[in-house]
């Protein structure tokens, strides 16, 4: 009797065991992005992995490209940049307009890192139209910058530590221009006045501020400091634990 329910107990647990890994194999498969394993797909939805199989890239310029390539993101390798000390690069691409991307830059001659690229590209489809046809009905036909490829140290000092912008590795955005035309800028309507729809503006430039933090390694907004009281910056650092998202 007592052998028969040691026996009947393993049985049991054997169960329980091949329920969880059923119920992890079932997880895996149906939710990708949240699960640190699986190769980064351009078409499933942001996850809780994402933004490190992004960051994974560094230096796999090559594979980073094949991940534009599957997604219909156009571009043009730029070729090495071998500029003196901390600057340069030599994993940048410039953005063209058209194919999988609807959004286009202005100016548009921007060249960034493929990662940046990658995570420019979840970000215009993930959240950036999402939000603007939840709040506005229309899309967003055109995004300002303020440029990526800068050989300086942060703010511009003339030392410490050299900026993401100084290797491509960033980029500035300034405002969002909606297919109807409307403009919503940082700079402009960040604060809500008392105008018609500049409520929605406000809310609108912090939920693609918040999201643009699930995909960049850092990402700093007028909530960060004064220097950023004009434009979103978002750059794909490598940092242990992610950069900061303010
Ligand atoms: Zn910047």
Redesign the pocket.
């Known amino acids: 009797m007592r052998a028969l329910s040691a026996g009947l107990r393993t049985l049991v647990w054997l169960a329980v065991l091949a329920a969880i890994g059923f119920a992890l194999y079932a997880f895996a498969r149906s939710r990708p992005q949240d699960v640190p394993w699986t190769p980064l797909d351009l078409s499933q939805p942001v996850g809780m992995f994402t933004r490190g199989k992004i960051g994974d890239l560094r230096g796999d310029f090559a594979g980073c490209r094949a991940l534009l390539d599957r997604a219909g993101v156009r571009y043009t390798a730029l070729p090495v940049r071998d500029a003196a000390g901390q600057c340069g690069y030599d994993d940048a691409v410039r953005l063209r307009g058209g194919g999988a991307r609807s959004i286009a830059y202005a100016p548009a001659d921007v060249g960034v890192t493929c990662r940046v690229a990658t995570a420019l590209a979840l970000w215009e489809w993930q959240v950036v139209q999402p939000a603007a046809q939840a709040r506005f009905g229309s899309e967003v036909d055109r995004i300002e910058h303020f440029g990526s490829y800068n050989c300086r140290r942060m703010y511009g000092r003339d030392s410490g530590a050299f900026?993401e912008?100084a290797t491509a590795n960033?980029l500035?955005i300034a405002a969002f221009v909606l297919a109807d035309g409307r403009r919503i800028s940082v700079v402009g309507d960040w604060t809500a006045g008392s105008g018609r729809g500049d409520a929605d503006k406000a809310a609108f430039l912090r939920e693609v501020r918040d999201g643009a933090c699930s995909v960049f390694s850092t990402v700093l907004s007028p909530d960060y400091n004064a220097a950023h009281r004009d434009?979103f910056?978002l750059?794909q650092a490598s940092r242990g634990t992610g950069g900061a998202c303010r």
């Open positions: 900026s912008h960033a500035d434009h910056h750059d």
